[in-house]
């Protein structure tokens, strides 16, 4: 039981880190500033879920997976915000930016 | 164990190229952007140093509230920066500062390479007298009772540091309000985040503050936070930085040390020398002084980034 929970963990973190090796290669690639948030929200909210849905068998207590769970919430509301602002103001600031 | 080498490897020289983008970048934004990237790389190092309590406060403090003091004078220094740009130091002026810095650089390395090892230490001492202080994280014991005149003098600075930014007020606006820190225009997804944010914060601030006794964290990471969630309500336009006039803004203030500072004169009597605690109500006074400091911390840090008054009083 504790072999099957251990690959799966090593599965999901490793594709979560996929998710942000994508996200950084797509914002260092991309050719404008919306198209590289959207890279960026990519490794924020599924890569970090993915390493997060990972490490939840890990936890030694319920409470320190909802610690984790909760961690990836806030992240998602501080993310979406943020990439929210930019945005507006990249299109203030025209497109050339 | 060579993988966790290869780690600390990479992490130090992430830390050091760092340091040296942000010493080298030649513009402001860019050099703030890469400070607060390398206070979190610095987390990371302290978390590896297994030092969990120094992470949270550089964290917190090192790259996140430091990095927004700097991100603010950074706007304030627009109208100038092109003149700055271009005045550029003469060249020895230039070596001696160079000069200066790799000498303050060798010393520090050298006092660290030049330790003996093992290196001398009180850790097993702090140890042994924990449980005569009653909390069970030896940080704080060390930061509220072995080494409390410390702490004392630490939020004493900070409130210095206030009164230092507020001194740049012109006189017709002493007492009055900060500019707002709203922006320019409304943004419905800030607010949004100004509104759902705070409850959040504030029990994580607290929870830290108290679970600091006996686990990391401590007044300091929590009291940020808090700070943090005030100055995101008022970036939002939810509200707007309090006039400093005030009395209850200066009572909020001082609260913090003057609670400190009546414990500590007390103790003279009670426990027969400055800042000792009497038998028995270590872990209680250690407690009250961490909340009383929370709230004048975290005021005093949500004020620094307001800056000074820049409205005259409302009569």
């Known amino acids: 039981m504790s072999l099957i929970l251990d690959a799966f963990t090593v599965v999901a973190v490793s594709l979560g880190a996929v998710f942000f090796l994508a996200g950084a290669v797509g914002l260092l690639r991309f050719p404008d500033t919306l198209t590289r ?61 | 164990m060579t993988f966790a080498l290869a780690v600390d490897c990479g992490l130090v020289v992430l830390v050091l190229g760092m340091a040296i983008w942000t010493i080298a970048a030649r513009t402001t934004f860019p050099a703030v952007a890469g400070f607060v990237a390398y206070g979190l790389l610095l987390t990371l190092v302290w978390m590896r140093l297994a030092a969990p309590d120094v992470a949270l406060t550089e964290a917190a403090i090192g790259g996140g509230l430091t990095g927004v003091l700097l991100l603010g004078a950074t706007s304030r220094l627009r109208a100038t920066a092109q003149s700055a740009a271009a005045e550029r130091p003469s060249a020895p002026f230039r070596l001696i500062v160079a000069g200066l810095c790799t000498l303050i650089s060798a010393a520090i390395a050298a006092v660290v390479l030049l330790l003996p090892d093992p290196a001398p230490t009180l850790a097993p001492e702090a140890g042994a007298k924990l449980s005569l202080t009653g909390v069970g994280n030896a940080v704080t014991a060390v930061l509220l009772a072995y080494r409390a005149l410390d702490t004392l003098l630490e939020s004493a600075v900070l409130l210095l540091a206030l009164v230092g930014v507020w001194s740049l007020a012109p006189d017709r606006f002493w007492g009055g309000a900060p500019r707002s820190l709203a922006l320019r225009y409304r943004d419905g997804s800030l607010s949004l985040l100004g509104q759902v944010l705070p409850p959040i914060g504030i029990v994580l601030g607290v929870y830290i503050v108290w679970v600091g006794a006996d686990a990391p964290g401590g007044k300091f990471q929590g009291a940020t936070i808090i700070a943090a969630m005030w100055v995101l309500t008022m970036m939002a336009g939810l509200q707007n930085p309090p006039e400093l006039g005030r009395a209850w803004v200066r009572l909020i203030l001082v609260a913090g040390a003057a609670f400190f500072l009546a414990a500590g004169i007390a103790g003279f009597w009670l426990a027969g020398a400055f800042l000792a605690y009497p038998p028995g109500f270590a872990k209680p006074l250690i407690v009250a002084i961490e909340a009383a400091l929370t709230l004048s911390v975290a005021a005093t840090l949500g004020l620094l980034v307001a800056g000074p008054s820049a409205r005259p009083v409302r009569t």
Do not use: C, F, M, Y
């Open chain 1, 37 to 97: 948030l959207h890279a960026l929200t990519k490794a924020d909210n599924v890569g970090l879920g993915l390493v997060v849905l990972g490490l939840l068998p890990q936890a030694e207590r319920p409470l320190a997976a909802v610690k984790l769970v909760v961690a990836w919430l806030l992240v998602q509301l501080a993310s979406g915000t943020v990439s929210q602002l930019i945005a507006r103001a990249a299109r203030r600031a025209g497109p050339s930016a």
